[in-house]
């Protein structure tokens, strides 16, 4: 029998990258991202973040201790990576956001973001935990479309905001999604 887990998924705040509309990198918090993490963590039995500087950063301003946990790495954008959105070719940018099985940037795909996101999911339903997450925008979509067996074209539909907080629950046989916080 599976034991309730409550996980809060908490997005890491804002970077250079993310206020100049670039793809991005391996960037650091900037001074508004720092200001927008606010260290109110419940108890959490495990914690983990994503490999790059702006989810450590973030979980190490919350005051806790996380373990690096690659399938909670951002979407691989290839060689987009650190290039301003309107350099980019309409016609390749326009497969990406409709297309979530393609990836014209060389890199990943929605649908395998979201596949990388389930598996990570369906590691944590074992045993009885609370799990504190620091991760990106693009993993907690993937997370909520995992969570309501949405479509992956609905990927780009979601809004998810810089230092907000998404939490979700797994009772026996499924995960459940309340309101961010």
């Known amino acids: 029998m599976s034991e309730v887990v409550r996980l809060t998924l908490v997005s890491h705040g ?12 391996d960037e650091p918090l900037n001074a508004i991202g720092r200001g927008q993490v606010v260290a109110d963590v419940r108890d959490a039995d495990r914690a983990y973040c994503g490999p790059e500087a702006r989810a450590i950063q973030t979980a190490d301003l919350l005051g806790v201790r996380a373990t690096v946990e690659p399938r909670l790495a951002d979407l ?39 596949e990388r996101v389930r ?43 810089p230092a907000s907080r998404w939490v979700m629950h797994f009772r026996g046989h499924a995960w459940t999604l309340r309101t961010p916080r």
Not at 14 to 25: I, K, L, N, Q
Not at 80 to 97: N, T
Not at 122 to 138: D, F, G, K
């Open 14 to 25: 804002m970077t250079d990258a993310m206020a100049a509309g670039r793809f991005p990198t």
């Open 76 to 114: 691989d954008c290839g060689r987009w990576r650190g290039e301003v959105l309107g350099r980019v070719l309409p016609a390749e940018l326009a497969i990406w956001l409709t297309d979530p099985t393609r990836a014209p940037h060389g890199g990943e795909s929605v649908v395998e973001l979201i």
């Open 119 to 161: 598996g990570w999911l369906e590691s944590l339903t074992s045993e009885r935990l609370r799990i504190l997450a620091v991760t990106h925008p693009a993993v907690i979509r993937a997370a909520m479309l995992v969570v309501l067996d949405a479509p992956p074209k609905s990927f780009w539909r979601i809004d998810v905001a």
